[in-house]
């Protein structure tokens, strides 16, 4: 598991570079251990940044604005719900960093069970830039596996 502690202090490091101070508690992390339910809702006046982890590897790193609660609560656990989601990368790729074979129906449900969430929840005050930067933090330390179009690599 990963030490969100740490995460968000060099996070915060991170922002003062760029010129950003995070007040205390502005940012939070909610730790989803397996088998986990998917939040409800995305809390008012709040963004995020989400995680998923199979044991020690990341799969994916996202964020949602305040207004993007079926992003944030449902999308990744179904292939069909939106274009991207963790659901149908693993679906597509999933074999080749020897995920076992799942099929659409099963994919949701082995999200749950065998991956943790980590929820990184910032105050919609600190603004979109912020949360864009958390994203990129994110991926740059955790080094998702379904991350961006295979075009871009």
């Known amino acids: 598991m990963i030490d969100v502690n740490q995460i968000i202090k060099d996070f915060v490091s991170v922002a003062d570079l760029a010129g950003v101070s ?4 502005a940012i939070t992390a909610e730790v989803l251990r397996k088998p986990h339910i998917p939040p409800a809702a ?17 799969l994916k790193v996202g964020k949602v604005g305040p207004r993007s609660q079926a992003r944030y609560t449902s999308q990744h656990y179904n292939p069909n719900s939106s274009n991207s989601n963790l659901s149908k990368s693993i679906l597509k790729k999933g074999l080749e960093i020897r995920l ?3 099929s659409e129906t ?22 979109i830039p912020v949360l864009s930067l958390l994203e990129s933090f994110l991926q740059c330390r955790l080094r998702p596996k379904f991350e961006g179009f295979d075009s871009q690599k």
């Open 42 to 58: 995305l809390p008012p006046g709040k963004m995020a940044v989400y995680v998923f982890l199979w044991g020690e590897s990341c």
């Open 106 to 127: 099963m994919v949701g449900n082995w999200i749950k069970t065998e991956t943790d969430r980590v929820n990184f929840l910032l105050d919609k005050k600190l603004g």
């Open 22 to 25: 995070i007040p205390d508690a």
């Open 100 to 102: 076992p074979s799942l």
